[in-house]
């Protein structure tokens, strides 16, 4: 099927949002089990002592979890402060936090202690710039010098009304959440679940189907047991193997039966052009090797043209390392989800 379809369901009995473009499944959020902390979730917390050979601070956090954080310069041991989880913690260590906190809507991001206004460089209208320039200000009137505010891409072919009191609604509640700042460790705001994610996060679909039944009709669980298969083929009988383990993601590349001279460098560029999307869809982050199919040392330039061209769309921090004496490539990516197999565990 052409075009792109949003796809709001249920599955296992989780809430679970997929975003399929011409029939691929390019994005996949479904609620984990019992994640109390997820990415996102604002809370408020109790500063430990510093710890200086790492660099920061542990910090008690609801349900008697502990959160590690790095900004940690005036802040006094046992004094309260907001924090916001910025990652996915590994197993058995602590939670990452920032005190840079995102109040984050479909068209508006207000950013406390980062004053200013900022307007998404994907809209380059001047007059629709201009536009959206005065319903900030206006909807900002009397706000705290303090906050900052952010417009989203979406607000290009938005009603302005909507954006106003879009960003009315996040800076109210970024208000509400700064002052409440007295108490024990609190979750005060919950990482957004993953219908109210796809609104945020995703553009505007040809197709939003948000009725029972909408993943059996856009084949979304067939794609989801794809994903459950370290294994994937690539053209022309290459293939692609993701690994996680619990030091790394190996990524091991593989021409198949092509003899070809240009096999190697075929079978990667397809791997690394796909590599984002199943990164994403697996959930996987953090340090990510790739061992690539053999190919001439002279195609490295491609081939690291081709990694900057993949990742820069895919929205995550990520980090291209480079190669390493074994002619490996190592890159490292941003934990912002669980695992899949971990959250249909």
Same mark, same amino acid.
């Given at each position: 099927m052409k075009g792109s379809v949003i796809a709001l369901d249920h599955y296992k009995g989780r809430e679970a949002a997929a975003r399929m473009v011409d029939g691929q499944l390019e994005d996949l959020i479904i609620a984990p089990k019992d994640m109390a902390l997820a990415p996102e979730a604002i809370c408020r917390a109790k500063m430990g002592r510093p710890v200086k050979g790492l660099g920061g601070a542990f910090v008690d956090l609801p349900g008697g979890q502990s959160g590690f954080l790095r900004q940690t310069k005036g802040i006094r041991p046992g004094a309260p402060l907001l924090v916001q989880v910025s990652g996915l913690a590994e197993p058995g260590k602590a939670v990452p936090l920032t005190t840079?906190?995102?109040?984050?809507?479909?068209?508006?991001?207000?950013?406390?202690?980062?004053?200013?206004?900022?307007?998404?460089?994907?809209?380059?209208?001047?007059?629709?710039?201009?536009?959206?320039?005065?319903?900030?200000?206006s909807a900002m009137e009397g706000a705290d010098p303090a906050l900052g505010l952010? *417009? &989203?891409?979406?607000?290009?072919?938005?009603?302005? %009304?909507?954006?106003?009191d879009d960003i009315a609604q996040m800076r109210g509640l970024a208000e509400t959440i700064l002052a409440d700042l007295a108490g024990a460790p609190e979750i005060l705001l919950d990482a957004p679940a993953p219908h109210l994610a796809a609104w945020r996060d995703w553009p505007s679909p040809d197709i939003l189907d948000e009725g029972k039944g909408s993943f059996a009709r856009h084949n979304v669980a067939e794609a989801i047991d794809t994903l459950l298969s370290a294994e994937l083929p690539l053209p022309q009988g290459a293939s692609m193997v993701i690994e996680p383990t619990r030091a790394l993601v190996a990524v091991d590349i593989n021409t198949g039966p092509d003899t070809s001279p240009a096999a190697g460098l075929k079978a990667n560029i397809?791997?690394?052009?796909?590599?984002?999307?199943?990164?994403? *869809? &697996?959930?996987?982050?953090?340090?990510?090797?790739? %061992?690539?199919?053999?190919?001439s040392k002279k195609d490295r330039q491609i081939l690291?043209?081709?990694?900057?061209?993949?990742?820069?769309t895919d929205g995550r921090d990520t980090v291209l390392a480079g190669w390493t004496p074994l002619g490996n490539f190592e890159l490292t990516r941003k934990r912002d989800r669980m695992p899949l197999r971990q959250v249909l565990a």
């Open positions: 840079r906190l995102l109040f984050k809507s479909r068209y508006a991001i207000v950013t406390p202690d980062a004053p200013g206004l900022n307007i998404s460089r994907q809209i380059s209208d001047e007059t629709r710039r201009s536009e959206l320039a005065a319903r900030a200000s952010i *417009l &989203r891409s979406a607000c290009e072919g938005a009603d302005d %009304d909507v954006i106003q397809a791997a690394i052009r796909d590599l984002p999307r199943q990164l994403r *869809l &697996r959930g996987l982050g953090g340090l990510v090797v790739l %061992d690539l199919a053999p190919s690291e043209q081709t990694l900057r061209g993949a990742f820069r």
